[in-house]
C-alpha cells in the first residue's frame, strides 16, 4: 500500500487564508461589480456607467481627483525630499523633536485637519480675521482645490520624510566622494547623483502619496466645497441626503477601483525601470549645518514641521476653549469635555480600543502567517495570497464598505450592524502595512537560522514560533503601530459602517464637525489625537526606532 501524503500545517494555512479572502474581498468585490451592471428594476446593463462618462458633473469629479493628487504628490515630493536631505545628510540640533513631530503629523486623523485648518484660515477662522482686521487684507478662505491641496500637502508630506530617510540612509558615502572627484557637487551632484540612486523610493513615497490624496474623503468633503472629488461623490450616492442611488454609487466604485490599479501597476513599471541594489558598506557621514546655508536649513526644517504640526495643536487648544456650539467664546473650561461625556465619549473610547484591538490581533496573526507563507514557501497559491492583502492598500475606503454592506447585509452572513463587520473592515484595510513591513523583515532573514534549528531536533513548527517569529519582532511591531494608528483614525469605511453601537472616537468627531458643533469636535479631535500621539511615543520609546518602516 502506497503511503498517502501527509498534508502540511502551512498548506492548510494557505487554502483557509484563500477562503477568508475568497468570502470578505472577492465576495464583496463581485457583489459591487453584479450592482454596478443592473438599474432599479434589477436588469442587467451598463447605463449606470454610461451615466457617469455622458455627464460631464460626474466625470469631472475623476478628473478632479486626478488634478489635485497629482499636485498634492508633487508638493509632498518638493518639500518632503528636501526635509529629508537635512535630516540624512546633516547633523540636525533637535533632529528627533522633528522625526517625532512628523510622523504624528502624517499619522493624525485626516480630517482633524481640514476642520482645524477651517478654524484657523476659513472665512471666520482666527487668522483670517486676524489679518483682515489688522491689514485690511481679505486672503480668502480655505476652501477649494487650494485649501484641499494645503491641507493634504501638509499631511502628506512627512511619509515622503519618512520614506527618503530610509533611501538615502542606504547610499554608499564612496559614491558621493567619487561623484565629487569628478566635479559634482552642489545642487548639481543632488539633482544628477542623489535623485536618481533614491528613485525607486521617490516612486514608492509618490504611489503612496498619490493613492492617499485620491482616496481621502474626509478633507474634500470638510473644505472642498464647490470641488467635487470621487470619493465624495461615491459618499453622496450611497449615503447622500438629497437622494441614494445604490447602482449607480457600485458603478462609481468599480470604476475607482479600476483607476487605482491602473496607477499602482503603471507606478510598479516605473519602478522596474529602476532596479538596482545598493550596498552601503561606507555609510553617510553627517555634516555640521554652517554659515548661513545651515541657518536656512534650521529655519526650513523647523517652520515647516511646525506649520505641519499646528493644527493637532490648535485642535486641543480649542477643546478648552468656552463654546456655543460653532462658535468659540472668551474664556478656559473643561465644558466641552463634559460634553463630550453625555455624547457616547465613553462608548466612543471603548469601541475604539475593543475594535482596534480586536482588529490588530487577528492582523498581526494573519501577517505573519502571510509574510511566512509569501517569503519561505512561494508558490501560485501563496503569491495570490500576496496579491490579494495588497488589493485594499490601492482601494478608496468607501468602496470597501460599500462592498461589504452588499455582501453582508441579506442572509446567509448578516453583518450589517455589528462590531465584526467593523472589525473585517479594519483588517482588510490596514494589514496591508503589517504584511509588507512582516515580509521585508523576513526576507533579511537566512533561511540557514531555520534550517539549523531543525538539524538540532526541533520541529518545524516550533521553529517558527520560538526562533522565526521573534527574529521578526521588529517589522511585526513597526507594522502594527502603523496598522494601529491607521485602525483608530479610520473613516472612509467607517461612515459607511457604523451605527450608535459601534461608534468609534473618530466618527464621533466628524459627526460633531458636520453638525457644527466645533466645541464637541475639539474635544472629541483632541482626545483622538492624544491617543494616536502616545501610541507613537509607546513605540518610538519602547523600539528606539531611529527610522519607521512603511
Known amino acids: 500500500m502506497k503511503n498517502k501524503k501527509k498534508i502540511e500545517i502551512w498548506s492548510i494555512l494557505t487554502i483557509v487564508i484563500l477562503l477568508l479572502f475568497g468570502l470578505f474581498l472577492i465576495y464583496p468585490l463581485f457583489g459591487i461589480l453584479k450592482q454596478s451592471v443592473r438599474n432599479a428594476d434589477g436588469v442587467y446593463t451598463l447605463e449606470q456607467f454610461s451615466k457617469f462618462f455622458a455627464q460631464p458633473y460626474y466625470s469631472r469629479t475623476l478628473l478632479n481627483s486626478f488634478k489635485v493628487s497629482i499636485a498634492i504628490t508633487f508638493v509632498s515630493l518638493l518639500i518632503g525630499i528636501p526635509l529629508s536631505y537635512f535630516y540624512s545628510f546633516y547633523d540636525l540640533k533637535g533632529k528627533k523633536i522633528i522625526f517625532v513631530l512628523a510622523i504624528l503629523s502624517a499619522m493624525s486623523a485626516p480630517f482633524i485637519g481640514a476642520y482645524s485648518w477651517i478654524l484657523l484660515l476659513g472665512r471666520s477662522g482666527a487668522i483670517t480675521q486676524f489679518i483682515k482686521s489688522t491689514f485690511g487684507i481679505n486672503i480668502g478662505s480655505i476652501y477649494g482645490f487650494a485649501g484641499i491641496l494645503l491641507v493634504q500637502a501638509l499631511k502628506l508630506f512627512p511619509l515622503v520624510f519618512i520614506y527618503m530617510n530610509g533611501a538615502f540612509k542606504d547610499i554608499d558615502n564612496s559614491l558621493l566622494e567619487a561623484s565629487e572627484n569628478m566635479g559634482i557637487t552642489g545642487i548639481k551632484r543632488f539633482r544628477k547623483v542623489i535623485l536618481k540612486l533614491t528613485m525607486p523610493t521617490i516612486l514608492a513615497a509618490s504611489l503612496l502619496v498619490f493613492m492617499r490624496a485620491f482616496a481621502d474623503f474626509g478633507t474634500p468633503l470638510l473644505i472642498g466645497e464647490g470641488y467635487r472629488t470621487f470619493p465624495v461623490e461615491i459618499y453622496n450616492q450611497y449615503l447622500g441626503e438629497h437622494g441614494t442611488n445604490y447602482n449607480f454609487a457600485a458603478a462609481i466604485s468599480v470604476i475607482a477601483i479600476i483607476v487605482t490599479a491602473a496607477v499602482f501597476f503603471i507606478q510598479k513599471y516605473a519602478t522596474s525601470k529602476f532596479k538596482f541594489s545598493i550596498n552601503a558598506m561606507n555609510p553617510i557621514q553627517k555634516k555640521k549645518p554652517k554659515g548661513i546655508s545651515g541657518i536656512l536649513m534650521y529655519l526650513y526644517s523647523y517652520i515647516l514641521i511646525a506649520i505641519a504640526f499646528m493644527p493637532q495643536l490648535y485642535v486641543i487648544y480649542l477643546s478648552f476653549r468656552n463654546s456655543n456650539q460653532a462658535v468659540f467664546l472668551d474664556g478656559y473650561s473643561f465644558d466641552n469635555y463634559r460634553m463630550a461625556s453625555t455624547k457616547l465619549l465613553g462608548r466612543s473610547i471603548k469601541n475604539t480600543l475593543l475594535l482596534g484591538g480586536g482588529a490588530l490581533v487577528l492582523i498581526i496573526i ?98 517558527f514560533t520560538k526562533i522565526t517569529v521573534p527574529m521578526m519582532a521588529s517589522g511585526i511591531v513597526s507594522g502594527a503601530i502603523l496598522s494601529w494608528v491607521a485602525i483608530v483614525t479610520e473613516l472612509s469605511s467607517a461612515i459607511i459602517l457604523y451605527n450608535n453601537k459601534t461608534i468609534t472616537l473618530t466618527m464621533s468627531a466628524y459627526v460633531a464637525i458636520s453638525r457644527g458643533n466645533f466645541g464637541l469636535a475639539s474635544a472629541f479631535s483632541a482626545i483622538l489625537t492624544v491617543l494616536t500621539s502616545l501610541s507613537l511615543i509607546l513605540y518610538l520609546y519602547v523600539s528606539k526606532a531611529e527610522d519607521l518602516k512603511l
Open 366 to 463: 494573519f501577517s505573519v502567517i502571510i509574510a511566512y507563507l509569501v517569503v519561505r514557501r512561494s508558490n501560485i497559491y501563496n503569491n495570490t495570497i500576496d496579491t490579494l492583502s495588497m488589493l485594499p492598500y490601492i482601494m478608496p475606503g468607501s468602496v470597501i464598505g460599500i462592498a461589504l454592506v452588499i455582501a453582508f447585509s441579506d442572509r446567509p452572513f448578516v453583518l450589517v450592524g455589528t462590531m465584526t463587520i467593523m472589525i473585517v473592515s479594519l483588517v482588510i484595510r490596514r494589514m496591508p502595512y503589517t504584511i509588507r513591513s512582516a515580509t521585508a523583515t523576513l526576507m533579511q532573514i537566512p533561511i540557514s537560522v531555520e534550517e539549523a534549528a531543525i538539524s538540532l531536533g526541533a520541529s518545524k513548527t516550533k521553529t
